[in-house]
């Protein structure tokens, strides 16, 4: 999910970098409102572990994006929305400007799909399932898949808006990769959650959503 320089306008990437700076000021602020100290080394854990987890991907669409694991959904489920906003912006900013996986300029459009909707379709859509009282491994691999099914159609949508291909095409090919991908995706959330939620992870934030 990882877009390169020269791919998005200047308009797309303009916005993209706008609604991503606004949304983590606001996760900024909550964060330094609700987390405990601890947390943040936990964080940078995880930050860690996501971080090596992306580094395994495949171009998409002639390489105007590519498909990996993401851990947007473990880091909000774990964490909570808006610290696990800044866990992805952490890990998206680094493999950008130190790797090169991922362009400077679409650095914007890259946060707001990994660190931003990623995490915030997974809060939804664990939330939803937890008032049902669904056992929480099944709740985290839905969650998965929905937030890598959810963002491949807004990383279409941002190709599209670009003119770089058009929105059915890319998002036929996007959701078809990313179907595979979050089921694996799914099952890493769905396996680790348990182990993180015995360890020190459990404290990691007050509104944590597997606390």
Request: aromatic share 10%.
């Amino acid at each position: 999910m990882h877009i390169p320089d020269g791919i998005l306008s200047p308009a797309v990437w303009t916005a993209a970098t706008a609604a991503s700076a606004l949304v983590l000021a606001g996760s900024v602020r909550h964060s330094k409102r609700t987390l405990e100290h601890r947390a943040v080394p936990v964080m940078g854990a995880m930050a860690a572990f996501i971080f090596a987890s992306q580094m395994v991907n495949f171009p998409l669409l002639g390489a105007a994006t590519s498909g990996h694991l993401i851990g947007g959904a473990l880091s909000a489920i774990l964490f909570g929305f808006w610290p696990a906003t800044l866990i992805m912006t952490t890990v998206v900013a680094i493999q950008a400007i130190v790797f090169q996986d991922g362009g400077i300029t679409a650095l914007g459009a890259n946060v707001f799909l990994m660190a931003i909707a990623a995490p915030a379709v997974a809060t939804l859509v664990h939330k939803a399932l937890k008032s049902f009282r669904v056992p929480m491994a099944v709740s985290g691999f839905v969650a998965a898949w929905c937030s890598v099914v959810a963002v491949s159609i807004v990383g279409a949508a941002l190709l599209a808006w670009s003119g770089v291909i058009g929105f059915a095409p890319a998002a036929a090919s996007l959701l078809f990769w990313h179907a595979f991908i979050g089921i694996g995706e799914g099952l890493i959330t769905a396996v680790v959650i348990p182990f993180a939620l015995r360890s020190s992870f459990h404290f990691a934030a007050k509104e944590g959503l597997g606390a």
